[in-house]
């Protein structure tokens, strides 16, 4: 179990974001979470320097939702990344499984079908505690990470696309 602040990072570390624009596809199940999810990654993304006007937010039902508003996002507008932020506890019952999976492959999908980074924010947790903990508690934010991804992400393939040999 993870006892650190997994947010932390070397803000050197990461590009700016100023010419970069951003899709956030957030679940309203959970949203004490997901709320606390979008904020965080937003706040991040502008913190790098991405204009708010540059950051789209739009709300699917839950989580299973989240890879037909990432695909919304890849054929309706030109945003560089998609942002997938999701909770989903555990339960009595399969439907966690069922979930999660479908989101990660959805998620894997959109990557290679677009050729566009779709960044995985899906907190899967055991109980509320573990959620909060990773929605701006004791551990962190998981939406700052997915922030940080998307940005390095982006630059990654702008780099690929413009000849830039990265390291």
Known sequence: M????????????VQDGKEMKFGIVVSEWNYEITGALARGAKET??????????????????????????????????????????CV?????????FICQGVAKGATELNIKYNLPVIFGLLTTDNQQQALDRAGGRLGNKGDEAAVTAIKMVALQTGFENGINQQ
């Open 89 to 97: 506890i555990q339960g009595e019952t399969r439907h966690f499984d």
């Open 45 to 86: 993304l502008m913190k790098h320097g991405v204009n708010e006007d540059n950051i789209l937010v739009r709300h699917v039902p839950g989580s299973f939702e989240l890879t037909l508003g990432g695909q919304f996002f890849a054929e309706y507008t030109d945003v560089d990344a998609i942002i997938l932020l999701g």
């Open 2 to 13: 993870a006892t650190i602040n997994l947010s932390a990072y070397d803000l050197n570390s």
